[in-house]
């Protein structure tokens, strides 16, 4: 077994670093946005994005996982059966689905709140149909364990983006399209370099009994995937329709619903320093779980996995919150001058920032518990616990958000992410118990909260960024100390 998990480990190493560093392109392009577009502007792009979410799980409707079932182990004629008949009918479907946008693209417009902005959908509607007949060729580059060509892949798909947009926008002078036509131009670039290395597998054959199997196992993903995108990205269409009186009464004269969309947007982004963190775990965790899921022992490790976890991600959550107000003022080169991070209009968003911090750790949380559910194969419980997440996002936006806004929409997914994490957490203890540390679960908590409310009433000058330092650095202490950070490998 040596050899298989080694093997394991490397993909998981280059799936987890290419995912992490597309990330992070993108994110260079967040302090772009914000200081080319309005918050209005930005806002567009934001609503559209989150459309994305969930039309991307229509259009696919697992059909990627019900690939990378029914072509495992299968001889070279029987994956050309799959893939042909699979590739045939995502084109049928994605182009009708495009179709139907299109053919009423104004009311289409209308539920995505870009009423003003119905031109994107012509992208929107290509980029769903490159990155639709993209699925299958990358799942095949994974059953391959070709794991650096579809690295490469991801990354220049990535990088074609970034460079068209700074190019469009810059060069040319192009508005919030500029941002789908990259996006276009990367999934295109991506689409063509996937196709090469298995063309050789697509066939004109089509199979309506394979095709009735493969529906019969991936469309049970679309309401767990759509759960997943209500959880993610409905608040921005809450956002969009609050009482333009509200909002003005919230954040000020002048500020309309779509410039809201745009700051929470600009400000939720920051929370890609723990969700960086947190998918470095993931990528890390579910190896490590299988490779140690017979031995005697492994509870014992669970837990001190956890305690590290969560004693690592406090620090993260601790020093994000700290110093954003910093962060998004630190001078950057834009459009050759130099600008702050994130342009001084969207900072009245930054309370957030802890929030959506937070329901990133929970996530972590989730994937974490999940190793008992995977061991004791109770997926079965996995959809109806993301639709019951789906649930307290669902009612929190429609009964808050219309009054209190941003505030609202990210207690909404940091509280469904907490209860995620419980429902996960409850079942998999059920089937697999865990003794976890709860001493030390508790003072991380108690030390984060002590610091974090010393943190507020803190001004924002040197003096209270060196305190906050100090804090940070004491809470650090701390947890090492107490044992939730060890600095060995000897066990505790």
């Not at 920032?353 to 008992?372: D, I, K």
């Amino acid at each position: 077994m040596r050899g298989p998990l080694k093997q394991l480990a490397s993909d998981t190493a280059v799936y987890g670093f290419s995912s992490i560093l597309a990330r992070f392109f993108n994110y260079l392009l967040v302090p772009f946005y914000t200081h080319v577009f309005t918050p209005g502007e930005y806002g567009a792009v934001a609503k559209a994005y989150a459309a994305f979410v969930f039309l991307n799980v229509v259009y696919t409707y697992g059909m990627e996982s019900a690939y990378l079932k029914h072509a495992a182990g299968k001889d070279r004629e029987g994956v050309q059966k799959v893939f042909s008949t699979a590739l045939w009918t995502l084109l049928g479907t994605s182009l009708v689905f495009s179709f139907f946008v299109l053919r009423w693209m104004q009311p289409a417009a209308g539920l995505m709140g870009l009423d003003e902005h119905a031109h994107l959908l012509y992208y929107m509607a290509a980029i769903l149909i490159c990155d639709t007949l993209l699925a299958v060729p990358m799942a095949q580059l994974r059953l391959q364990r070709k794991s650096w060509t579809f690295a490469g892949i991801r990354l220049t798909g990535v990088a074609i983006n970034l460079g068209l947009n700074l190019w469009l926008i810059l060069g040319l002078g192009w508005g919030v399209e500029a941002v789908l036509l990259g996006n276009l131009a990367g999934s295109v670039g991506s689409l063509v370099l996937a196709w090469l290395p298995v063309s050789s597998l697509f066939r004109a054959t089509y199979d309506p009994g394979l095709l009735r199997s493969m529906l019969a196992f991936g469309l049970p993903y679309v309401p767990t995937g759509l759960g997943y995108a209500i959880t993610e990205a409905i608040a921005p269409f809450f956002l969009d329709r609050m009482d333009p009186a509200e909002t003005e009464a919230l954040y000020g004269a002048g500020v309309e619903p779509g410039d809201v969309v745009g700051i929470y947007n600009a400000c939720f982004k920051l929370g890609v320093f723990m969700l960086l963190y947190v998918q470095m775990f993931r990528f890390a965790w579910q190896p490590f779980f299988l490779n140690l899921q017979h031995d005697p022992e492994a509870p014992g490790i669970f837990s001190r996995a956890f305690s590290l976890f969560t004693a690592i991600g406090a620090l993260v959550f601790l020093g994000v919150s700290f110093f954003a107000r910093a962060l998004v003022a630190i001078p950057v080169p834009v459009g050759g001058e130099m600008r702050t991070l994130i342009a001084p209009s969207y900072w009245d968003g930054l309370f957030i920032v802890p929030l959506v911090l937070l329901a990133y750790l929970a996530q972590g949380w989730y994937t974490h518990f999940t190793a008992g559910i995977f061991i004791k194969s109770r997926t079965i419980h996995l959809p109806w616990i993301t639709l019951a997440g789906a649930a307290v996002t669902l009612s929190i936006n429609g009964l808050l958000t219309p009054r209190y806004g941003m505030a609202a929409s990210a207690t909404a997914i940091l509280l469904s992410q907490f209860a995620m994490a419980a429902l996960v957490g409850a079942v998999a203890y059920r089937h697999f118990p865990i003794p976890y540390q709860w001493k030390r679960l508790a003072m991380i908590a108690l030390v984060t909260a002590l610091a974090f409310g010393a943190h507020l009433s803190l001004p924002d000058s040197m003096t209270g960024y060196a305190v906050r330092a100090a804090l940070l650095a004491a809470a650090g202490v701390i947890f090492v100390t107490g044992g939730a950070i060890p600095l060995s490998g000897r066990r505790r």
